[in-house]
């Protein structure tokens, strides 16, 4: 995913205290992201994490419904291993994700809930780099995360939001990360215990790996974590890194 162009990534900012992540699907977070989680966690930063879907159109043998229900458990599971503050879900449906109003408007009441200095994503642009072609669920979401983060500060957008009580508007994020990217700019060193989370993590998604590869679960979680913890080291004065493209706000 990252790109093996020969210049060093910056230093991912670390001066914030809650961080919003807002994906596509159950097991988002935990394809890349969730050994940064497990290192901000350890220093006591807060972060939440967002499903877009329930990730019902995950597993070809399963019925959406039942997938739903096994995917949920399997990414509060998941999220329990990295120290994630809140796990919660919205009911767009699964691989026909709409870019539009709609996601914008639950992604910016999420904001305006949690009020994150960092939000967090994944992959927004069309492809992983080369001609790895993306999802248009990713596609979809994480230009939503990148609108709404200016939404969820303007008080003139989704009023409702805040006539109902409850919320006000949110202008305090700082940055958008994007994870995944074919384009980083970012990094955070992960070490050996933030990897083994992110193993531990990963492996939660039971049924999802099973249904996608013949290899033992823990063996698969372990080989694609670590794969991609050491992707951008080179880029990183050699240290294992989780990559992100950083927008400032
Ligand atoms: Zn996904």
Request: hydrophobic share 45%; glycine share 10%; aromatic share 8%.
């Amino acid at each position: 995913m990252a790109s093996d162009s020969g210049e060093q990534l910056a230093a991912m900012p670390g001066d914030w205290e809650r961080a919003l992540a807002v994906v596509a699907h159950p097991d988002d977070m935990e394809y890349g992201a969730a050994a940064a989680v497990a290192e901000w966690t350890a220093e006591g930063k807060q972060v939440a994490y967002l499903m877009v879907t329930r990730g019902e159109a995950g597993i070809d043998g399963l019925e959406p419904a039942e997938s739903a229900r096994v995917r949920e458990a399997e990414q509060l599971a998941s999220a329990g291993k990295v120290g994630v503050a809140s796990v919660e879900f919205l009911d767009h449906r699964d691989g026909v994700i709409e870019e539009g109003v709609p996601l914008r408007r639950d992604i910016a009441a999420a904001v305006r809930k949690w009020r994150p200095e960092l939000l967090l994503t994944i992959n927004h642009r069309e492809t992983w780099g080369g001609t790895a072609w993306n999802t248009p669920d990713h596609r979809a979401v994480g230009r939503a995360v990148l609108d709404a983060a200016g939404d969820a500060g303007n008080r003139w957008i989704f009023p409702e939001q805040l006539e109902s009580g409850g919320v006000g508007p949110w202008s305090g994020v700082r940055w958008v990360a994007v994870g995944g990217s074919p384009e980083p700019t970012h990094a955070v060193a992960v070490g050996d215990v933030a990897v083994e989370r992110a193993v531990a993590s990963l492996a939660e998604h039971r049924a999802y790996i099973a249904a996608l590869s013949d290899e033992p679960v823990e063996s698969y979680a372990r080989s694609f974590t670590e794969w991609i913890a050491g992707l951008a080291a080179e880029r990183f004065g050699g240290r294992r890194c989780v990559t992100f493209e950083l927008y400032p706000r």
